[in-house]
């Protein structure tokens, strides 16, 4: 059954005194994407587009397909509780933003995903300048 999905990315740029590898051990969550300035974006097409800064982007500790918004946001709640001192070192030196992607299935009489930043979220992030940016897909 198809339905409405949303992906939740958090991601750091910018970053050219740290190695990706050190992200890694840092928030001990291996990454689902990492870009390499200079370097092709994607790596099989070696005449593609550069990337023009270095990024680093995780999903959701033990995220799941169909886990939904609040799910994949709780998850990165609990990972800023285990690793405030790591978050608050990153998100004061490097570009930091949640990238949430959600996509619509056509002629699903399903309601639009939700999609809320509450209290916990304003706690861990609100005060590190974590950007939010949103993308809809129809």
Not at 109 to 136: A, C, Q, R
Request: charged share 25%; glycine share 6%; aromatic share 14%.
């Amino acid at each position: 059954m198809k339905k409405h999905k949303v992906e939740l990315r958090f991601c750091v740029s910018g970053f050219e005194d740290i190695t990706h590898a050190e992200l890694t051990n840092l928030f001990g969550i291996t990454p689902v994407k990492e870009y390499f300035k200079g370097l092709p974006i994607n790596p099989k097409l070696s005449q593609g587009k550069l990337a023009t800064l270095n990024r680093w982007l995780i999903c959701s500790p033990n995220f799941k397909v169909d886990d939904d918004f609040e799910m994949q946001m709780n998850g990165f709640i609990e990972l800023a509780k285990n690793k405030t001192a790591v978050f608050n070192d990153i998100c004061k030196k490097y570009s930091c933003e949640f990238s949430c992607a959600i996509f619509l299935e056509a002629g699903i009489e399903m309601s639009t995903p939700w999609i809320h930043l509450g209290d916990d979220y304003n706690t861990y992030f609100g005060k590190l300048n974590v950007h939010f940016d949103m993308d809809l897909y129809v």
